[in-house]
């Protein structure tokens, strides 16, 4: 996880920081939606390590083998989610897919020590693994590339709640936040962000 998190504070400011408008001094920096976010990706995680354990376990693997596959699942799903992690509202394709490189050097180094991990002579023997095959490979990409397509699409959920929110609406034009009180004349008050 931590070749995965670290390589964040490589991750370059979006294109809009400056046309946002600033956080309340009080407000938490992990708020209501990240906190459910959170939660619900742990959640995914979970589920898809113990049902994949199961699923091998029922097909005739070793309980060494579903070990495996339940710990490769979370070190997989972990680096789709570090895609989405790049921007709280943001698909990795606006956001850039190659905008921070080491994200890949973090992505490709964890994936090695996995590989190490699974098929190494001496690591199935400090932590009791065995190889596992391509099929398997295939069920722990789908399941983790299954927790990034939610979370993207959470993300468009919310972008479309925000835009049709009532004080985001008639000033998008203005590139006001969709945090501008909104007097009850109908006008706004003046922004406090600054549009370079």
């Known amino acids: 996880a931590l070749l995965l998190g670290l390589m964040l504070a490589f991750e370059p400011k979006e294109a809009d920081i400056m046309e946002r408008a600033p956080q309340a001094p009080r407000a938490s920096i992990i708020d209501g939606p990240l906190i459910t976010r959170i939660l ?20 005739g693997s070793t309980e060494a083998q579903a070990r495996t596959v339940a710990v490769a699942v979370f070190v997989v799903g972990e680096a789709f989610y570090l895609l989405n992690c790049r921007s709280l509202s943001r698909s990795v394709f606006e956001v850039g897919l190659f905008s921070n490189p080491w994200i890949w050097v973090g992505i490709s180094a964890m994936m090695l020590a996995q590989l190490a991990f699974t098929y190494l002579p001496v690591m199935n023997t400090l932590f009791q693994t065995e190889p596992i095959s391509v099929a398997a490979w295939l069920r722990i990409t789908a399941c983790s590339a299954l927790i990034y397509v939610v979370v993207g699409l959470e993300k468009s959920w919310r972008r479309r709640a925000r835009a049709n929110s009532p004080h985001c609406r008639p000033w ?21 962000v600054v549009t370079l």
Request: with cysteine.
């Open 40 to 59: 619900f990706v742990s959640f995914m995680l979970c589920a898809g390590a113990f049902g994949l354990y199961e699923w091998e376990i029922v097909q």
């Open 172 to 192: 998008v034009s203005q590139k006001l936040s969709c945090s501008t009180p909104i007097e009850p004349s109908g006008r706004h008050r003046p922004s406090t």
